[in-house]
């Protein structure tokens, strides 16, 4: 369970002022809960989704294209695990453990690989439009800010940024309203698997979906109850939850699938998880409806983010697992047997999500330069607004950002319609103008970087560099948890190193990607 995915409201608890710290009783619920849910209502929609040409699964091929494969494919992941586990080491030794270079106030680069490779995933389309959206808000929109209200630039960009939320809000709404009929499609897969299915072996029988939905239903709703003592209010937050689930589910196995524009969201955690967009979404509609029965304030924000934490975890889940079972169709596995390993893997992995978010905090600070959380920095502020709390966001902000957005839908409409070849990334300029800028380059660089290494190889693509920057980001990652954990237990890591030796390892990322496009 990859909790940058999957659990990014979760931590918008800590940032609302809600929670200090994680609690684990609640925190191991919404993960097993979340992840149960992704899991079973999965499976109505499993045949629908196998069967459907116009989804291209890239990530599931992929895979099956690694298990089929000879042992090439094991050395640019080892490679790229050391370079990431050893480039964390470096960062950790840095001072604040972060290796970062900085000037003009917000300017900079983070020398960090795991946003680097995932901007290498994504590739230089994608990247090129990050790089826009970061020069569009701290070279244009953050001095017209501070020029107008007259404050300096950390507090100009600290208020801009939340264009870049407008900005992804206008194109996933858009793209919303062009894919109902995957909507309609995901409806009658499931209606032909419980009048067609059942009993039939090839899935988890659709009795085994209504108890441990139900259950779970009622375990969320008993331990509201117990937590908000009240059953009213823990009635309609686990009601109208329950009912955002089997839409977002619904539409979050196809939008894996169909890598659209709501895909880019997923670089503010360095991942390609591709349901925050449609998630964003969702979760201000709750808010919306939340308030409207029971209003707003500090207690509903804790409602709604908990809820969400439930929300985010079953959408993510079964985005992943649509992925999982293209790659099973194609090498031959058993859905049965499938389904099975994943519930082991939810159980496995919920009851240790909240040591590990536990030890991230007391190691680096959720939201802090070391631990930027920009998800849950992005859905504690929505959620705060929407239910009445004072936050950053500002309306007319926002309301800039929704045209910003809004223009980029229609240029890439325009441009699609004149010439086929030219792309407008819209998704990918608005990230650029949430994230920080040094961040933000950073996502960019890698795209560029893996454009340049096929031109440097000749022109040929490989799977493999692809392979490699997975090992750079999963090395990163699982050495930043040994050290969260170490930082936890006050064992200081920091010795003073400067950025050189990180960035060292950046360029070394990219001649790996070199070297592995060449076979």
């Not at 039939?200 to 139900?214: C, E, H, K, T, W």
């Not at 908990?306 to 992943?320: F, M, R, Y």
């Not at 340049?452 to 990652?477: D, F, K, N, T």
Request: with cysteine.
């Amino acid at each position: 369970m990859c909790i940058r995915d999957r659990f990014f409201c979760v931590p918008a608890l800590l940032l609302a002022g809600v929670w200090v710290d994680f609690d684990y009783l609640t925190t191991t619920l919404l993960a097993f809960a979340g992840g149960m849910l992704g899991v079973f209502l999965m499976i109505p929609l499993r045949e629908g989704l196998m069967s459907a040409r116009h989804i291209e699964y890239v990530r599931g091929k992929m895979c099956a294209d690694v298990l089929r494969s000879d042992v090439r494919v094991v050395k640019p992941v080892v490679s790229g695990f050391a370079v990431g586990a050893v480039s964390k080491i470096f960062s950790a030794l840095s001072e604040g453990g972060v290796a970062a270079v900085r000037w003009g106030g917000i300017w900079g680069l983070d020398f960090a690989v795991a946003p680097f490779a995932a901007g290498a995933v994504f590739g230089p389309v994608v990247g090129l439009g990050v790089i826009c959206g970061a020069l569009l808000c701290a070279g244009v929109f953050v001095p017209l800010y501070g020029a107008l209200y007259g404050v300096d630039t950390a507090a100009s960009w600290l208020a801009v940024r939340y264009a870049g939320v407008g900005a992804m809000a206008a194109v996933a709404v858009f793209w919303l309203l062009g894919v109902w009929r995957d909507l309609v499609a995901s409806l009658r897969s499931a209606r032909a698997y419980f009048i067609h299915q059942r009993g039939s072996g090839v899935d988890i029988s659709s009795r085994a979906i209504f108890v441990v939905v139900v259950a779970i239903a009622a375990a969320l709703l008993v331990h509201f109850c117990g937590f908000f003592g009240g059953s009213g209010e823990a009635f309609w937050v686990v009601a109208i939850v329950m009912g955002a689930i089997l839409f977002v589910v619904a539409m979050a196995s196809r939008f894996a699938g169909l890598g659209r524009p709501s895909a880019m969201l997923g670089v503010a955690t360095f991942s390609v998880n591709p349901v925050t967009g449609a998630v964003l979404l969702v979760l201000s509609a709750v808010c919306v409806v939340m308030a409207g029965l029971m209003g707003g304030g500090f207690r509903m924000q804790e409602l709604v983010l908990l809820g969400g934490g439930v929300l985010t975890t079953a959408a993510a889940t079964a985005a992943d697992i649509s992925q999982d079972l293209k790659t099973g169709q194609i090498v031959g596995a058993k859905p049965f047997a499938q389904q099975g390993v994943q519930i082991l893997g939810v159980l496995a992995a919920a009851p240790v999500v909240a040591f590990v978010l536990s030890w991230l905090h007391r190691g680096y600070g959720v939201g802090s330069d070391a631990l930027p959380a920009p998800q849950a920095t992005m859905f504690a502020t929505i959620t705060g607004a929407l239910l009445g709390r004072k936050t950053p966001l500002s309306g007319s902000v926002f309301l800039l950002g929704v045209a910003v957005g809004g223009a980029l839908v229609v240029l890439e409409w325009l441009l699609r319609r004149r010439w086929r070849g030219v792309k407008v990334p819209a998704m990918a300029v608005a990230v650029g103008l949430y994230l920080p800028p040094a961040l933000g380059l950073m996502v960019g660089l890698g795209g560029v970087a893996m454009w340049l290494s096929r031109r440097l190889a000749g022109g040929r693509g490989s799977l493999l560099p692809v392979m490699c920057a997975g090992g750079l980001i999963g090395g990163e990652a699982l050495t930043g948890v040994v050290c969260g954990l170490l930082r936890a237990h006050d064992i200081s890591l920091a010795l003073g190193y400067g950025a050189l030796p990180s960035a060292i390892f950046v360029v070394l990322a990219f001649f790996l990607f070199v070297r592995f496009q060449r076979g």
